[in-house]
């Protein structure tokens, strides 16, 4: 119950319980008066009676006597008249019907016990003594009487109180206002909502507590801003570049070989190694800080052609060496991506040093990544391409065992575009499970049969996929089978699925999902995970399908979350049922003292906001153990296994 409805109920209850005594003390004063009355009723009317029927009572004349006493006991005072002889004899009695209803409550009549008043009074006619008139009163008028009264009080109290009690309500309900404020405050700040309140009340307590209130929610806030800023410069003195701002050494190598391994971004990749050429003699040239405005100008380069060519990595080796991983494209793409970017370096150059740029002081070595490439020969090989540029005339070279730049064969993307739209596609799934061995969900991966019957990974299509804008189609099936797949497997782990960026960006896709999630009755067995990266750049549509899928009650994931240079202060929006820490944060969890840190700082942002943090692409035991010991909600890799075919 409500505090406004407690104050209301204490205020009637002390009211009632005033009611009820006033009610019984003037019920009571009521009685005694009515028992007065009854009391001179009796006496006048045996006196009335006595003066009039004294010459028939001599004469014993019992129908005047009858006729007498039935005028006056039709009045309903009387309870028995009796006139009697002067032998003592009964001239003629008059009683009331003793079965006759009262028209009054019997716990009321038992509570208010009245004993009705009797008169006798003699007779003498002519000075001689003719007999007697006995009167008793009748207690049911009292009854009545009392009853009516009572009865007629409390209905107008109740009617009075209807009145007083929405008055009340509204007084208190008005008084009461700040502490709904202080109460929506409280909520919000458990949901790391900062609100507070700019109209204090003028009651001085109220005021008191709201003020208090307003300072908590500013500590509060400042607290976990601090806790942020922490977080973030933890995150850029361990992962990022502090000249450029880019990934560093170490988280730029850790993404690259995660994607290599993983490959469910973007296919095949193209390595992208920016060198400047002879750095130490341009910083004696230019000085210190215009080398570093030169770097920081190819690092913004950089950044500018990733997002032109859709999800990237990027990130700074050291000293003059920046890089950049892509989706694969031929040379003469990259060739004309490039262009404006080494115009503008060389140009910048021209202006610092006052003379021209031949050849050119940036340096592009280009290696593209197969089936199995490591991270290591991808760059090994974009290195030679560097060397070779520096060497020769050409600012953009690509690794010479290359040149024949790998396109896919028109069979190839003929097989996967039949196999797509023919949805010859089945699922593989891999399971995320709690601390203690528990099956959470199942992520759950597409793919499709080679020409020979095969099946292939998802970097061996999903290329040609992206090339043939069959995204969507490939998400649509995925959704399909999961969904009759929990219809026929009642027991089975919830599905998670992960939609892809481009699917996203196509406006039917998303009104078509909700339409199938509102008709299977398995919905709330399926997850929707959704890229970080694709959350930041559409977080209002992400918001909206977050909205919408969880009126379904369907669980909403992010994945690959933590890396993002954009930090995480999204999820205050957001409010995801969980996230999947990126696989690249794992992968040295056991060797490296500031993933372990980073790591456990993330899934402490993550349960303060009551959201469950996962781990992906988990391999060794040692990294589960420390995980444990962050108090991570899941983990998932192939410590547990490889994905397997969903059965």
């Keep these: 119950m409500s505090l406004t409805n407690q104050l209301i109920a204490a205020v009637f209850t002390v009211l009632l319980g005033l009611v009820l005594g006033t009610v019984y003390l003037l019920s009571d004063s009521s009685r005694d008066t009515l028992v007065r009355q009854l009391e001179s009723h009796a006496e006048d009317g045996a006196t009335h009676l006595g003066l009039y029927l004294a010459p028939y009572m001599q004469q014993s004349d019992s129908a005047t006597i009858a006729t007498a006493v039935n005028a006056i006991f039709d009045s ?9 002889g002067q032998d003592g004899t009964i001239l003629y009695s008059k009683s009331y019907n003793p079965e006759a209803t009262v028209n009054a409550p019997d716990w009321f009549i038992s509570m208010m016990r009245i004993t009705p008043p009797a008169m006798s009074r003699a007779i003498a006619y002519q000075w001689q003594q003719v007999g007697e008139i006995h009167v008793r009163s009748r207690a049911g008028y009292a009854y009545e009487r009392l009853w009516a009264g009572v009865r007629d009080t409390m209905l107008l109290f109740g009617v009075l ?13 008005f008084i009461m206002r700040p502490l709904r404020g202080v109460e929506h405050q409280a909520m919000a700040l458990a949901r790391r909502e900062y609100i507070e309140q700019p109209d204090l009340p003028r009651t001085r307590e109220l005021r008191r507590v709201v003020i208090a209130m307003n300072l908590m929610v500013k500590q509060v806030q400042h607290m976990f801003e601090e806790q942020n800023r922490n977080i973030e410069a933890l995150r850029s003195t361990a992962y990022r570049d502090s000249l450029t701002g880019l990934n560093n050494r170490r988280a730029l190598l850790a993404q690259i070989q995660e994607h290599l391994e993983y490959r469910q971004d973007f296919g095949p990749a193209s390595l992208l190694l920016f060198h400047l050429r002879d750095l130490q003699q341009v910083n004696r040239e230019l000085g210190e800080e215009a080398a570093n405005h ?16 859709g999800f990237h990595i990027t990130g700074r080796l050291g000293g003059a060496d920046l890089v950049l991983l892509a989706r694969q494209r031929n040379f003469d793409d990259w060739q004309r991506r490039l262009q404006p970017g080494l115009m503008q370096i060389n140009t910048l150059y021209e202006q610092l040093s006052k003379k021209d740029s031949t050849p050119s002081i940036l340096c592009i070595g280009i290696a593209s990544g197969h089936d199995h490439c490591s991270p290591e020969q991808l760059m090994s090989q974009a290195r030679l391409a560097v060397n070779e540029a520096e060497a020769g005339h050409d600012a953009v070279v690509q690794y010479h065992a290359h040149q024949s730049q790998h396109t896919w064969s028109e069979q190839w993307q003929s097989h996967v575009a039949d196999a797509i739209n023919n949805e010859q596609i089945f699922l593989q799934h891999q399971i995320l499970k709690s601390p203690d061995k528990t099956p959470i969900h199942a992520e759950v991966f597409a793919r499709i049969l080679n020409p020979d019957n095969e099946p292939c990974s998802a970097g061996e299509f999903i290329s040609v996929a992206l090339d043939l804008g069959l995204m969507e189609r490939i998400d649509r099936a995925i959704v399909r089978q999961a969904l009759n797949y929990l219809s026929h497997n009642p027991g089975a782990p919830a599905l998670s699925l992960n939609l892809a960026n481009q699917t996203l960006e196509h406006p039917p896709f998303v009104p078509w999902l909700l339409e199938q999630l509102s008709a299977s009755p398995h919905r709330e067995r399926l997850n929707i995970e959704i890229n970080e ?9 992400i918001q909206s399908l977050r909205r919408a899928v969880q009126k379904l009650g369907v669980s909403f994931g992010v994945d690959n979350f933590g890396t993002h240079p954009n930090g995480f202060s999204y999820l205050y929006a957001l409010r995801p049922n969980y996230l999947k820490i990126d696989g690249s944060l ?15 700082s993330l899934i402490s942002v993550a349960h303060s906001l009551e959201i469950k943090a996962y781990a992906e692409h988990v391999e060794r035991p040692m990294q589960q153990l420390l995980l444990e010991e962050m108090q991570i909600d899941g983990t998932q890799g192939y410590l547990y296994g490889a994905p397997t075919p969903l059965p």
């Design 76 to 84: 309903g005072f009387y309870q028995q008249i009796e006139v009697t």
């Design 161 to 173: 109180a209807l009145v007083s009690a929405l008055l009340l309500t509204l007084l208190l309900r």
């Design 294 to 309: 030169l770097i920081k100008a190819c690092a913004s380069m950089i950044e500018d052609l990733g997002q032109s060519v």
């Design 533 to 541: 990266t694709a959350i930041l750049a559409h977080q209002e549509s």
């Design 586 to 600: 794992i992968r040295q969890l056991d060797h490296s003292e500031e993933d372990r840190f980073f790591v456990s």
